[in-house]
């Protein structure tokens, strides 16, 4: 395989379940990214992870937990979601290359919460 | 924070017309990205803008970045149905090995054969 990929494509949980989702890359990135995409709202960045370690939370409710085991796995892990969390949500990697961060997107992460 | 806006939000273009989408920010652009996004997919790189008055393109399509770096534009010659998708820019701010990026409202573009 290559590029970033996700698991599952599409997930469909009820509010008291847990659930992860899982991002891998093939691209020896040293950054990966969790993007959040509902309807009608821009692309929102929730966590950053650099180097294995996580560099940014943008504010992000603690019934989302993201995981990085090692620089080609990210997950998130989630509990006790709410209606308003269903969306897209979306995997990246980057590796600066002459000051440029192209992110590599995997396809993502459908999520409906009932 | 910084905050993108773009215009328009959706277009309907016949194929073979040409189209301008713009991108606007509220603060100086140290890195403007474009990327395109079939629906309910992930995205895909287009181009990537840093300097003052830089001008990009790959086969069909042409962005740009003012002088002032506060605007960009993406323009696409002669469109057809494969271009239809959404049209993302982001702002890159460096940040020590990698890169944050405020992504805008997004253009839907529809191409009509």
């Known amino acids: 395989e290559t590029g970033v990929t996700q698991t599952p494509r599409h997930l469909v949980m009820g509010m008291t379940n847990k659930k992860s989702l899982k991002c891998e890359q093939h691209l020896g990135h040293n950054a990966m990214y969790w993007y959040k995409q509902s309807a009608k709202k821009p692309l929102e960045l929730m966590f950053v992870y650099s180097l294995e370690e996580r560099v940014e939370n943008n504010s992000v409710p603690s019934r989302f937990s993201p995981e990085c085991p090692n620089s080609s796995h990210l997950f998130l892990h989630l509990h006790t979601l709410q209606p308003e969390d269903s969306a897209l949500y979306l995997c990246?990697?980057?590796?600066?290359?002459?000051?440029?961060?192209?992110?590599?997107f995997g396809p993502g992460t459908r999520l409906t919460v009932t | 924070s910084q905050e993108l806006e773009q215009s328009p939000q959706s277009l309907i273009v016949q194929e073979g017309k040409n189209l301008t989408i713009n991108c606007t920010s509220s603060?100086?652009?140290?890195?403007l990205y474009w990327y395109k996004q079939k629906y309910g997919e992930g995205l895909i790189f287009l181009m990537m803008l840093q300097k003052g008055g830089e001008e990009k393109s790959h086969e069909k399509i042409t962005a740009k970045l003012d002088e002032k770096k506060q605007q960009s534009s993406l323009h696409i010659t002669a469109s057809q149905p494969s271009h239809a998708g959404i049209y993302l820019c982001g702002a890159g701010l460096s940040s020590g090995g990698y890169q944050k990026v405020t992504f805008g409202t997004g253009t839907k573009l529809q191409v009509i054969p």
């Open positions: 990246a990697s980057s590796q600066e290359i002459s000051e440029t961060y192209e992110q590599y």
């Open positions: 603060k100086t652009l140290y890195g």
